[in-house]
């Protein structure tokens, strides 16, 4: 009898599922892989049920010979195992990301004479409608608030990249990068307070207030399904904090991060070229324990952020805070640094992991931004905030072609750097 393997990575089984078995069926023992949690979410939307749930679904499914864990996206590992004569799978995987999937099964199976069968994908009103159902449940906020924790287990590092409207928000969910025989997308998302006031045409010194952030906050939500990290600035005044915190908690929000400034908040990457006041440890140690307090959940994240190698308080203030901090019930820990030798970052981070394994710690490599992800997570860097390059990607661009058109009195010079209409007219499904 021969073998035909399958891969899925659903939360629910559908027509098209089973469909997909039938024909399977038809040609040997049919085996199915259940993809696991780690691979999944590198290049598909975040399950909504365990693994042990999912593997359970698949298992129930009449006609199954046998069930196994598929731990990588791609398919070397379990071809190698199991040798199967065939390898079944909607046709959907020829388009997208998943292309690189099919190639990949695809050369393998060559190797030995295996076949490739890609089954007609069902596309009825049914399915679509599981299908956006599932979306809308991840994207509700008891699903998207607990997920950072979520992926702090399954991620060596949880990539976060900045976002400040609904488009921008779409760029982090969507972006998938088919690069090296491996897919892989954006984990998180930051809502920085340079870019939302910039973007806003303010300056970064807390001056949008908080119902204008949240309402920034709500548009990327309204789009979007992954968890979003809060640039919470200083917090504010305690009083003021635990508000905050009551809100971005019941919206869905995963985490705030509050720095240990006081006063006039000016941006970190000034530095000391302009004056900015480091909080005193009991007064800040004072805000993490209201907000940890008000919270109503164990999913909401406070995370306390050091300014003290910005403001050159050296390397034995960060960690005395860092240590405070924790102690207040801080639930991560963002070590800033405006240097461009991540050299500080990395000692802060040894000696900090030296007497903390646990806690996590967060980084913003905007100056030192030669560092790899690789390098950071060897350092025990959890979480890699992509602070503000969209911005600074779509500023000179637009200014260029605001230049263009005044040079040559009409649009055609810019043209060939411009998204084709036909594109901008689709880029945004419809309901
Ligand atoms: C932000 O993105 O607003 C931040 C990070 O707070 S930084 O600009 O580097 O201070
Ligand atoms: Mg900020």
């Known amino acids: 009898m021969k073998t035909v393997y399958t891969c899925f990575s659903t939360d629910v089984i559908h027509e098209g599922h089973l469909n997909l078995i039938k024909e399977a069926k038809k040609y040997g023992n049919v085996i199915v892989g259940v993809l696991s949690d780690e691979a999944m979410i590198r290049y598909n939307r975040f399950p909504t049920i365990s693994f042990e749930e999912r593997f359970a679904l698949i298992k129930n499914i009449e006609g199954i010979k046998k069930v196994i864990e598929q731990k990588d996206i791609m398919y070397d590992r379990v071809i190698e195992e199991l040798h199967p004569d065939y390898v079944i799978h909607g ?31 069902t596309r009825n009103e049914k399915v679509k409608r599981i ?11 008891e699903y998207r608030r607990k997920r950072l924790r979520q992926l702090l287990k ?50 970064d010194i807390e001056l949008v207030d908080m119902t ?45 991060i509050i720095e240990d400034k006081t006063g006039l908040k000016k941006n970190s990457l000034f530095g000391t070229e302009v004056e900015q006041t480091q909080d005193t440890i009991e007064h800040f140690c004072e805000k993490i324990k209201a907000g940890k307090n008000i919270q109503l959940t164990d999913d ?38 405006r240097k461009k030798d991540p050299a500080e970052i990395f000692a802060f981070c040894d000696a900090f992991r030296k007497v903390d394994k646990e806690t996590p710690i967060v980084v913003v490599p905007t100056s030192f931004n030669q560092v790899t992800e690789t390098e950071l997570a060897a350092h025990g860097v959890n979480i890699v905030i992509y602070a503000n390059q969209l911005t600074r990607s779509a500023f000179p661009a637009m200014e260029q072609t605001a230049k263009d058109i005044l040079i040559n009195h009409r649009a055609k010079e810019a043209d060939g ?5 036909k594109d901008i007219l689709t880029l945004i499904d419809e309901l």
């Not at 306390?304 to 102690?327: F, N, P, T, W």
Request: a negative charge; aromatic letters at 6%; hydrophobic letters at 40%.
């Open 300 to 337: 909401f994240m406070i995370i306390a952020r050091i300014e003290s190698l910005i403001l050159e308080q050296g390397m034995e203030d960060a960690l005395e805070r860092a240590y405070a901090y924790v102690k207040a019930g801080a639930d991560g820990i963002m070590i800033h640094s």
């Open 131 to 141: 299908d956006e159902r599932i979306r809308e449940k991840v994207a509700m906020p």
């Open 417 to 421: 750097r411009l998204m084709p209409i």
């Open 154 to 203: 399954m991620r060596e590092i949880v990539k976060t990249l900045e976002v400040h409207s609904g488009l921008t928000g779409l760029i982090a969910e969507k972006t998938v990068v088919d690069h090296e025989g491996e897919l892989d997308q954006f984990d998180a998302m930051w809502i920085s307070s340079l870019c939302d006031s910039t973007a806003k045409g303010k300056p």
């Open 91 to 121: 046709d959907n995987w020829k388009q997208g990301p998943m292309k690189a999937i099919r190639e990949n099964v695809r050369s393998l199976l060559q190797v030995y004479g295996g076949k490739l069968i890609d089954v007609p994908y």
């Open 212 to 256: 204008s952030r949240f309402r920034t906050i709500d548009d990327v939500m309204e789009v979007t399904t992954k968890p979003i990290i809060f640039d919470g600035d200083t917090g504010g005044l305690i009083e003021h904090f635990v508000y905050t915190v009551r809100t971005l908690e019941r919206m869905g929000v995963s985490a705030v």
